[in-house]
């Protein structure tokens, strides 16, 4: 193959679908004869219905239903469990009893002719409660300490706390991180449709194989029963990676009625029922010697979760492997309160986790007089010293090189409040970035058609990094094919089954998969090749070879057949399945991770404290880069997330309900153009042959995961004070 596409900047394939309006997003998904459903919550945060005045608004016109636990059947809800459900605990049951467990649940939805039919009956339902106040902070007193049931909760090698006692050089400090709401463009919306037993779903969801199969359990359904259609997402950052309770209820309303239903979240309900990145607690310890080596790091984290499940996150695992330092203990606790479940978020748990280490580290350099950037090289590790086994590959010290000579690190003063653009006081800090590169079992389809396209599909999900592009990359690399003979396709459950469109593992899983099978679409031509009458019978596979989409003799291109040629001269398509799944001897073998260096700048007015961003520049090892626009792209949008939850955004509870009262974008404050600086992603060359066949690992992550800290190590160079939680307000700079 000579036609080489991985690896090049492609412009989107679903570009001009996106901009011209034809994409179909969940929402746009209209039925004949459908009913408009809305979602009506707990306007208590703990506590139990005692009346439902649901005969006026019945009689309201347009209304076809209203449904509560009072009338709603009984749903058998089998035990059902994806890799991204927490492990312990159950699910929401819906409708199902009259208890309410957190401020918005879902106790009853209205089902009428228009959107404005359910939307006014829905306001005008009257619901009683007799409540309870809930404990919705988890750093009230009140708030018990849990060790998460699964996981590693503890982990620890040497004596970190008598290093800590001896070490020449110490900090100690608490770190907070405000709870986040994902709140992607595109709002949660499900479209259901019954035909007899069997249901289809027009739905937002990350997991497409996954909301298949919950929402068979919920309903007692075979799997085969349920139908999912996702072809685009608005965005997500993991809030559409679970199943939450509007898929059952959008299902369950078209059931009741006998008609499609369509059900779209507000604004507001997207921060009650579709999981956030949870409020964490962190305490650092970190001690080097006089030479600056690290011997002792002490992490312990607390984390949000709901009462009826343990939501457990990657909190503390970075510090395992970050550095090198030979007594290191760690401790994750959970926090249960009466809130809905935490989910996971860009950058889950590492996001918050490294947060805390970064800017441990970075008080230490200063304790030292030591710069921050060297501080961390001179503690780079040559193994992970957790699992006692060798990287992968590991290019952080190369990613420092990179972003700093971009940056221009070596212009930085070190003293803290000593350097200045006019009045403005300018900072600059840095923070290490790392994300696990993670693989999971994928399944794909190849198709070559007798007009010399090729179909390809799985049910992968594309939530804006351009997972239609990149595969389309993948298939034209290994079919040695122009990117304009393949059809990708994705989106619905009918489709080869793959894991979630998460964890920054979709290229290593299904890219890997696809690959897996154009190889085998390629072997079941040159099977139909070598046929009786084909200028190529009687060759053995050993004998020839694949160039440029067709097939010949090996070294002699005279006398090759096309995909095309093999296909109308058999008289069907040629359809090849492939899987994929990590070697588990590498798996074992090999720590599997992306790093990189992220380095931002400030510019604060000491009289008022706002902070301005300046420029960030990101330098990232991910192995191979399949596409270096999307790429870059998925970068720069971890960066602006990452200025996000180091600047701007925090979900606030009112302590008395649980009530989100910042519920909106006009004070959940998030990254819009004019708070967008420069922002710069370089790719370190880094080949890796052990993570996958493809070479590749996660990027969707850690962009975000090292942007935070960076900036908060910015703000205190700037400041010269040291700013522990985040958000970071103007009230902040300027308190004492």
């Not at 190369?398 to 000579?405: F, G, L, M």
Request: glycine share 8%; net charge negative; with cysteine.
């Amino acid at each position: 193959m000579t036609i080489a596409t991985i690896g090049k900047p492609l412009t989107r394939v679903d570009g001009r679908a996106k901009v011209t309006g034809t994409a179909l997003y969940a929402a746009d998904f209209n039925q004949p004869d459908q009913l408009y459903a809305v979602i009506v919550g707990a306007s208590v945060g703990l506590g139990r219905i005692t009346d439902i005045m649901a005969a006026e608004v019945e009689r309201m016109p347009g209304v076809k239903a209203v449904i509560t636990h009072q009338n709603a059947p009984q749903l058998p809800y089998l035990p059902h469990k994806a890799v991204i459900d927490p492990a312990v605990g159950e699910r929401l049951h819906v409708l199902q009893d009259e208890m309410v467990r957190f401020y918005g649940q879902p106790v009853a939805v209205v089902v009428a002719d228009t959107l404005d039919d359910a939307e006014r009956a829905a306001a005008a339902l009257r619901i009683q409660y007799h409540s309870s106040r809930p404990l919705v902070d988890p750093t009230d007193q009140m708030a018990e300490r849990i060790a998460p049931s699964a996981g590693h909760a503890d982990r620890s090698r040497g004596d970190a706390d008598h290093a800590l006692t001896e070490a020449a050089y110490k900090i100690d400090a608490v770190y907070e991180i405000a709870r986040e709401n994902h709140n992607p463009m595109e709002p949660h919306a499900t479209t259901a449709a019954w035909e007899d037993e069997r249901l289809i779903l027009w739905s937002k969801t990350q997991y497409i194989a996954n909301e298949r199969a919950e929402i068979a359990a919920v309903f007692g359904l075979p799997v085969e029963s349920v139908q999912v259609n996702c072809p685009f997402i608005g965005g997500a950052f993991g809030t559409s990676l679970r199943t939450w309770p509007h898929v059952t209820l959008a299902a369950l309303a078209a059931r009741h009625v006998r008609r499609p239903v369509k059900l779209v979240l507000t604004r507001k309900q997207m921060f009650f029922t579709t999981g956030h990145r949870p409020r964490t607690q962190q305490r650092v310890a970190v001690g080097a010697n006089s030479e600056g080596k690290l011997v002792g790091i002490l992490h312990e984290g607390v984390g949000e979760t709901s009462r009826y499940e343990q939501f457990a996150e990657a909190l503390t695992a970075v510090t395992d492997y970050m550095y090198s330092c030979p007594n290191v203990r760690t401790q994750y606790r959970l926090a249960p309160l009466d809130t809905g479940t935490p989910n996971h978020m860009r950058g889950p748990g590492e996001a918050s986790g490294i947060f805390a280490l970064e800017s441990a580290i970075d008080e230490l350099s200063y304790a030292m007089g030591m710069d921050p950037i060297k501080l961390r090289l001179r503690n780079e590790p040559t193994i992970d010293e957790a699992e006692n086994k060798p990287f992968s590959s590991r290019s952080l010290t190369q990613c420092y090189d990179v972003a700093a000579e971009h940056f221009g690190w070596s212009r930085r003063n070190p003293e803290p409040r000593s350097m200045r653009d006019g009045r403005l006081l300018i900072g600059m800090g840095a923070a290490s970035a790392t994300y696990p590169a993670f693989q999971a079992p994928a399944n794909a389809l190849v198709r070559l058609m007798p007009d010399g396209s090729v179909e390809v599909e799985a049910a992968a999900s594309d939530m804006g990094p351009g997972t239609y592009t990149s595969m389309t990359q993948v298939a034209a690399e290994f079919l040695g094919l122009p990117t304009d003979r393949i059809r990708f396709r994705l989106g619905r459950s009918d489709y080869p089954e793959t894991p979630s469109h998460g964890g920054s593992w979709t290229m290593a899983s299904v890219g890997s998969a696809i690959r897996e099978a154009c190889f085998e679409a390629q072997a079941q031509a040159a099977a139909r090749a070598t046929q009786p009458g084909s200028k190529l019978h009687g060759l053995l596979a050993a004998d020839m070879e694949w160039v440029d989409g067709r097939l010949h003799r090996r070294g002699d291109p005279s006398q090759g057949l096309s995909y095309q040629d093999i296909v109308n001269g058999s008289g069907s398509p040629i359809e090849a399945r492939g899987s994929a799944r990590r070697a588990q001897d590498l798996a074992e073998k090999y720590s599997m991770h992306s790093f990189g260096a992220v380095l931002a700048e400030v510019a604060i007015d000491p009289d008022v404290g706002t902070i301005r961003m300046r420029r960030v520049v990101g330098a990232y090892g991910i192995g191979r880069v399949v596409n270096p626009l999307l790429a870059r792209s998925q970068c720069t949008g971890g960066m602006i997330g990452g200025i996000g939850m180091a600047l701007m955004e925090r979900t606030v509870l009112d302590a008395r309900d649980g009530r989100p009262v910042n519920a909106h974008m006009a004070d959940y404050l998030m990254p819009v153009n004019l708070d967008v600086p420069q922002l710069e992603a370089h790719f370190v060359e880094e080949a890796d042959p052990h993570v996958n066949p493809l070479g590749v690992k996660g990027l969707g992550e850690i962009a975000l995961v090292g942007t935070a800290p960076a900036i908060a190590n910015a703000v205190f160079h700037a400041t010269g004070k040291r700013i522990r939680k985040l958000p970071i307000y103007i009230e902040d700079v300027l308190g004492n």
